[in-house]
């Protein structure tokens, strides 16, 4: 079975300082792990993805995330905030299998104070 | 552009009716998903579809029904036999069914009470 935890519901930083959203999960077999970035009252939109070609994973928005299988990690980073990064932030993981389903966290708030 | 649409973007239910969300995709996808999301508990996946006169029941399916009689086309029904259906209600598509493959996702509708 998988699972994803995201640890914090809400986060705040200051206008320009470092972002970053922690993201653990468990799966028994090699993961495809995601964030996707959801503005009020849309729907999400993918930032980047894991698939085991490369650790560090590079997305859309300045975003990026580090894939860390001792630590079972996939923290979403950004060097400098900004204020219209201000949104709730989910991480996903999934399996290889055509029959694996995205299970998604359960979202963290991100503030940007200006 | 391709995207999904989803329709209507605010809908209210009287107890004891039947309300049905309409999804069209475009992007010519063979998957598709419906999930309901509430605050602070991410998105539960209620049905999919992983092709044409196909679907399978998600992890809260009960007092829903959907049909997938066209590939661009995912209606769900919110019966009266469900009996909390007050949620932001999301539509995804995906190339095809698997793990690895990111979803899109469209900009959601609100479902409430009368």
């Known amino acids: 079975a998988q699972s994803v935890t995201q640890l914090g519901s809400h986060v705040s930083v200051s206008e320009g300082a470092l972002v970053l959203l922690r993201c653990n999960y468990s799966?028994?077999?090699?993961?495809?792990l995601f964030w996707y970035v959801q503005y009020p009252n849309q729907g999400l939109q993918l930032l980047l993805k894991y698939t085991s070609a490369a650790t560090l994973v590079k997305g859309i928005n300045g975003f990026e995330a580090e894939f860390k299988k001792s630590e079972t990690s996939f923290h979403l980073t950004k060097p400098s905030a900004h204020m219209s990064d201000a949104a709730e932030y989910f991480c996903a993981v999934s399996g290889y299998s055509s029959a694996s389903k995205i299970i998604f966290g359960s979202g963290t708030r991100l503030s940007i104070r200006p | 552009d391709g995207g999904i649409t989803q329709s209507p973007k605010y809908l209210f239910r009287k107890e004891g009716q039947n309300v049905t969300l309409s999804c069209e995709q475009n992007l010519n996808h063979d998957a598709m998903y419906w999930y309901r999301q509430d605050p602070g508990q991410g998105l539960r996946l209620i049905y999919y579809?992983?092709?044409?006169?196909?679907?399978q029941k998600g992890d809260i399916a009960e007092g829903y029904s959907v049909s997938r009689e066209k590939k661009e086309s995912f209606p769900l029904t919110v019966t009266s036999a469900q009996k909390n259906p007050t949620a932001f209600y999301l539509c995804?598509?995906?190339?095809?069914?698997?793990?690895?493959?990111?979803?899109?996702f469209g900009d959601g509708t609100r479902l409430s009470i009368l």
């Open positions: 995804a598509s995906s190339i095809e069914a698997g793990g690895n493959q990111p979803q899109h």
């Open positions: 799966s028994s077999v090699p993961p495809y």
């Open positions: 579809s992983q092709i044409v006169n196909d679907f």
